[in-house]
């Protein structure tokens, strides 16, 4: 277990990763620019006359109207992912809950997806955000009321409701393709697929405050969530209502995955892994864990892009399906660990 001072250590080596992949990311593309220049351009534009700038306009141009956005929104949708497999880890009690592994990811797809297809703007550029919104906040509550038993979540049930809900979801996308036209099956594949390539400020800043706002409430749940984890009598008897803060976790929860799929569709398991493994180096303790998993989800997910735009020359790979592809041996080792501790599920 870390002391304080390298748990502080741990999310200050974090904040430095973090920056440095974002810098390489922004760097590497059709366009090579050196991270001199991208943090020149940087301060440029903050007034500090410091670093060298792009050689030419058209780096400058790649710079701020194509890679910053998709930086920023890879480090949106990976805080989001993370923090909210975080919390929803911490509301189920156990480390194989995930907005993904759940289908409340895909259920935020679908309400998404269903926006696009019906072609409704009742909220302007907030539209398709507030129906992923609404389609995990739906499966959230579906996934947790279906999982309790007996005042408990079980893990058996948490992981084959998940597996129901996946596969209705997909169904469902599968009907919608049916029913629309060719851009409405482009925009349904885009959302299946996960991938950032429609990457914009717009973007960002629709994704940016949904965001922020539920981090910031995952961050001021983390002393109730700790206290909810010694079981749901102890933390009564301090003074936590325990299904208010399973409520709120819950909306918390649906909110973040809505910011984050909302712009990229479905990208797995980084929510499953990230908490798992900052668990395994900072321990238990929300008050860490949350904003780590946050920052851990935020490097995993720019890294995952730079690898997807830039593994194979003038091809993008999707970026669902590279997490996929690295997070289900990932889950499929969880599940055996988590088992062998329980001495088996029966």
Known sequence: MLTAYKKMGLIGLLIVALAAVCVLAAGRGQVPISPSEVAGSLLHRLGLDLGPMPSAVQGENALWL???????????VGASLGCAGALMQGVFGNPLAEPGV????????????AAIVSGVTFLGGWTTAAAAFA?????????YGMSRAGGRTEVVTLVLTGVAVNA?????LGLLMFLTDDDGVRAIAFWQLGSLAQATWGAVAVAGPCALAGLAVAVALSRRLDLLALGE?????LGVDTERLRITAIVVTALLTASAVAFTGIISFVGLIVPHLIRMVAGPGHRVLVPASALG??????????IA????EYQELPLGVLTAVVGGPAFFWLLRRTRARAGGWG
């Open 66 to 76: 194509v890679r910053f956005p998709r930086v920023v929104l890879a480090v949106i």
């Open 233 to 237: 009598r102890p933390a009564r008897h």
């Open 135 to 143: 389609g995990g906040i739906v499966t959230t509550f579906i996934v």
């Open 309 to 312: 735009r830039t593994a194979i």
């Open 102 to 113: 759940v289908g409340v990811s895909a259920g935020a797809a679908v309400g998404a997806a």
């Open 168 to 172: 209705t979801a997909g169904a469902l």
């Open 297 to 306: 989800g935020a490097v995993v997910v720019v890294t995952g892009d730079l």
